[in-house]
C-alpha cells in the first residue's frame, strides 16, 4: 500500500463521518405515529467507531509523514517536514495578497512596489508548486506496511 492510498482512505473515513453525523441529525427528531428507523444511540456508536479509525489512521500518517525522508533535499528532513513548510507558504501567500496599497502621498508609502509584491508572491507560489509535487511523489512511491 502506498501513502498516498492512506491519504485517500483518510479523506474516504471523513466523509463517511460526515455523512453519519448529517443523518443522526436529520433523524434526530421523529414524529410519534412514524418513528424513525435511525436510532441515535445506534448511529452515534457507528461514528464514534469510525472517529476511532480515522483517529488510528491519522497517528499512522503522522508517523508516517515523520519517518519519510526526503531524497536529494538536503533541507528538508521529512514529509512531515515539507508538509508543515507548504502550509507556512500558503499562510504566507495569503498574507502578501491581503496588503493593501495606497497611493504614495507626502507622509506614507508601500515599503514595496505592487510589481515587487507581486514578483515576491509569484515566487512563494513557484516553491509551493515544487514542493507540492515532490510531495505527491513521495506519497505515490513510498510504501508503507
Given at each position: 500500500?502506498?501513502?498516498?492510498e492512506?491519504l485517500e482512505?483518510?479523506?474516504?473515513?471523513?466523509?463517511?463521518?460526515?455523512?453519519?453525523e448529517?443523518?443522526?441529525?436529520?433523524?434526530?427528531?421523529e414524529?410519534?405515529?412514524?418513528?424513525?428507523?435511525v436510532?441515535?444511540k445506534?448511529?452515534?456508536?457507528?461514528?464514534?467507531q469510525?472517529?476511532?479509525?480515522l483517529?488510528n489512521?491519522?497517528?499512522?500518517?503522522?508517523?508516517?509523514?515523520?519517518s519519510?525522508?526526503?531524497?536529494?533535499?538536503?533541507?528538508?528532513?521529512?514529509l512531515?517536514?515539507t508538509?508543515?513548510?507548504?502550509?507556512?507558504?500558503?499562510?504566507?501567500?495569503?498574507q502578501l495578497?491581503s496588503?493593501e496599497f495606497?497611493?504614495?502621498?507626502?507622509?506614507?508609502?508601500?515599503?514595496l512596489?505592487?510589481?515587487?509584491?507581486?514578483?515576491?508572491?509569484?515566487?512563494?507560489?513557484?516553491e509551493?508548486?515544487r514542493?507540492?509535487?515532490l510531495r505527491?511523489?513521495?506519497?505515490?512511491?513510498?510504501?508503507?506496511?
Open positions: 500500500m502506498k501513502l498516498g492512506l482512505e483518510r479523506a474516504r473515513l471523513i466523509r463517511e463521518i460526515e455523512s453519519l448529517e443523518l443522526r441529525s436529520v433523524e434526530f427528531i414524529s410519534k405515529e412514524n418513528p424513525s428507523e436510532r441515535f445506534d448511529i452515534t456508536e457507528h461514528i464514534n469510525k472517529r476511532k479509525e483517529r489512521l491519522k497517528i499512522k500518517l503522522m508517523k508516517y509523514n515523520l519519510t525522508k526526503i531524497p536529494n533535499h538536503p533541507e528538508i528532513s521529512s512531515m517536514e508538509n508543515l513548510l507548504i502550509t507556512d507558504i500558503i499562510s504566507e501567500i495569503k495578497r496588503l495606497y497611493r504614495s502621498s507626502g507622509e506614507s508609502r508601500p515599503q512596489s505592487p510589481r515587487e509584491l507581486r514578483k515576491k508572491i509569484s515566487e512563494l507560489v513557484r509551493k508548486v514542493l507540492d509535487v505527491k511523489t513521495i506519497n505515490w512511491t513510498t510504501e508503507v506496511g
